[in-house]
């Protein structure tokens, strides 16, 4: 699909995604499906809406829909699909072969995560949510023909995302623990007074059996945090 960074506005913020280790894998898992194609850019643009239209779509991105839906490109002289930011905003280059469902979907998918610079552009969590897009959207069916190449081209898929208090879907936190580990991260959770909890600390590790992680706060003091109480984890931002 594409041999191109999808998210080039992230190495002119002057950051750095992890490395992109499943990149041509994730590519291969896909390559082989059907195509489900769409006549032209005007029914790729009016696909990608109803697909943020959606409650599907507002319950995991609130803070992206239809006024800032990409607009999309023709790709003249392109021979990639690609998504990209620019002085106009969010963009969808879709040269003329790749004028997809399937194409469409993996596009919305790196719009949003755009911000997700600190995971990596078709890591674990693309994975997960491009295998849950094409659920939604395209049928369970296509899903398990996806999740059945994933496991062929050994494609590492993210856990499932997790509901915060307010009803939103949370994607990532299982591969922030995995790339944050020893790091500063902040995990947001619930206890018994309140489901809006915050924990700032660095990272240790997952307790034997995966049912608790370990933080280190200021002075060496580690806290237990119950995984199933765990709804997002991101990485601490420096002061």
């Not at 990409?70 to 106009?88: V, W």
Request: glycine share 8%; aromatic share 8%.
């Amino acid at each position: 699909m594409n041999d191109r960074p999808d998210t080039d506005d992230h190495a002119a913020r002057g950051e750095r995604r992890p490395r992109d280790a499943q990149r041509r894998r994730l590519y291969l898992a896909e390559t082989p499906l059907p195509s489900s194609p769409l006549p032209g850019l005007d029914a790729c643009a009016a696909y990608a809406d109803r697909v943020v239209g959606t409650l599907w779509w507002e319950a995991r991105f609130p803070h992206i829909g239809l006024a800032e839906v990409p607009r999309f490109r023709p790709g003249h002289g392109a021979r990639q699909a690609f998504f990209s930011i620019d002085d106009r905003g969010p963009a969808i280059t879709l040269p003329r072969r790749y004028r997809t469902k399937g194409v469409v979907l993996h596009e919305l998918v790196h719009w949003a995560m755009a911000d997700d610079g600190d995971l990596p552009a078709h890591g674990r969590t693309f994975a997960r949510l491009l295998l849950d897009a094409t659920s939604e959207f395209l049928g369970t069916e296509r899903a398990r023909a996806l999740l059945e190449s994933y496991r062929e081209h050994r494609v590492h898929i993210g856990r499932p995302p997790l509901l915060g208090p307010s009803g939103q879907l949370h994607y990532g936190w299982d591969e922030r623990l995995r790339l944050h580990r020893r790091r500063p991260v902040v995990i947001r959770h619930s206890t018994d007074r309140t489901p809006h909890a915050t924990t700032a600390g660095t990272f240790v590790g997952y307790e034997r059996g995966n049912k608790a992680i370990r933080v280190e706060l200021e002075g060496d003091e580690q806290v237990r945090i119950p995984t199933d109480t765990i709804w997002d984890v991101r990485p601490s931002q420096p002061a």
